[in-house]
């Protein structure tokens, strides 16, 4: 679901979290992984293209059937762009600043 226009006198709240989002998202390694949001197990998998100029994550709930899929695009001269995949863009920041990641034990 697309984000709705604000006037200049409102507020979107989450362009005081986007630098938190954008280094929380960093954190995350490339390929798949497991972890844990709310207290649930997710699976995540995290692309970032060659050029650096998009990142994308796809993760879902195991056992459950809640999902979170965004592109961010990282463009010179303008402001990342998030493009959430039919949600909003608050669940999405709320999920990557509050996934954690599960360490892989090596045998």
């Known amino acids: 679901m697309p984000r709705t226009v604000m006037t200049s006198e409102e507020r979107d709240p989450l362009v005081d979290e986007f630098p938190e989002f954008e280094h929380a998202l960093a954190r995350l390694p490339d390929g798949y992984i497991e972890g844990r949001f709310q207290g649930r197990p997710w699976s995540a998998t995290v692309k970032r293209s060659a050029d650096g100029k998009r990142i994308w994550l796809y993760g879902?709930?195991?056992?459950?059937?809640?999902?979170?899929?965004?592109?961010l695009y990282v463009l010179a001269g303008a402001k990342p762009a998030l493009k959430p995949c039919e949600m909003s863009s608050?669940?999405?920041v709320d999920f990557v600043l509050g996934f954690r990641p599960i360490p892989v034990r090596k045998s």
């Not at 709930?61 to 592109?71: H, T």
């Open 60 to 71: 879902e709930e195991l056992g459950g059937a809640d999902i979170v899929s965004f592109n």
């Open 90 to 92: 608050s669940k999405v």
